[in-house]
């Protein structure tokens, strides 16, 4: 079967936040994330790749979503998923942080969310980089 769409490559995906300023403090100091403001309402998130998260300034609350949604950053180890929650709970008050989780390790993958100030959910794993490439080659899973 063919798509109505010829396959393209995924470029970007689009957040909201109440306050561009605070929101990218938040993505650089906290995430770790590139940030450039090519429109005075708008910023782009990058941390390499292809991909990338346009951030757009509403100037109101952006609504809140479930943690289901969210973003995940991928570190290399365990370790750094530890040091990563040690820094979000220091980083907290100063921030904006409205809600850290605990550290959970599922199959070898160790991950924890928070969700910043804007209710935007994200998600720190070691989950390795090769397990969606895996993923789409096992398939759909039956029933």
Request: charged fraction near 25%; charge should be negative; hydrophobic fraction near 40%.
């Amino acid at each position: 079967m063919s798509a109505l769409i010829p396959r393209t490559r995924l470029t970007h995906g689009t957040i909201e936040t109440k306050d561009g300023a605070r929101a990218r403090r938040f993505y650089c100091d906290v995430l770790g994330l590139g940030s450039v403001r090519p429109l005075p309402e708008a910023q782009y998130l990058y941390n390499g790749g292809p991909w990338s998260v346009v951030c757009v300034s509403t100037g109101e609350a952006a609504p809140v979503n479930v943690v289901e949604n969210r973003f995940c950053l991928r570190v290399e180890t365990a370790a750094e998923v530890d040091a990563a929650h040690a820094t979000a709970l220091a980083a907290r008050d100063e921030h904006g942080i409205a809600e850290i989780g605990d550290v959970r390790e599922e199959n070898g993958i160790r991950s924890f969310v928070l969700r910043d100030g804007d209710g935007t959910w994200w998600e720190v794993s070691n989950v390795q980089a090769a397990a969606y490439d895996e993923a789409f080659l096992r398939g759909d899973v039956s029933g």
